[in-house]
């Protein structure tokens, strides 16, 4: 079975940058790909990045290209998320999940097990 939880979320300043982790356990978790997505006020789900299997292929939503950056160290069972220049539309709670596909997709139904949620605020 597997487990994830998040962590690294704060309080910031627009601009300002933040490190996300996503920590797991179970032995299915090395097997396939993951996502990052983040709650908004608007959105339940909104996809924000995913990473293959391996950490040598990830995608990116629009909003954050070239200003968020994903990766993993596999056999850690560790997932990270890079956030630079914060900006308030960035405001969320960012979840990690866990897919059995080779690489995350944008579709929240593809991944099979999620973590609870860090918080990020971003103030202008």
């Known amino acids: 079975q597997v487990h994830l939880v998040e962590s690294g979320g704060g309080s910031v300043q627009a601009g300002a940058s933040l490190r996300l982790s996503c920590s797991g356990s179970g032995s299915a978790l090395s097997m396939g790909g993951m996502g990052w997505f983040r709650r908004t006020a608007d959105k339940e789900r909104e996809f924000v990045a995913a990473i293959s299997w391996r950490g040598d292929g990830a995608h990116y939503s629009d909003s954050v290209k070239g200003r968020f950056t994903i990766s993993r160290e596999r056999e850690a069972k560790v997932m990270y998320l890079q956030l630079n220049n914060l900006k308030p539309e960035d405001t969320g709670i960012y979840l990690c999940?866990?897919?059995?596909?080779?690489?995350?997709?944008?579709?929240?139904?593809?991944?099979?097990?999620w973590g609870k949620g860090t918080p990020v605020t971003v103030s202008s």
């Open positions: 999940a866990a897919t059995s596909h080779s690489i995350g997709t944008i579709l929240p139904n593809t991944y099979h097990t």
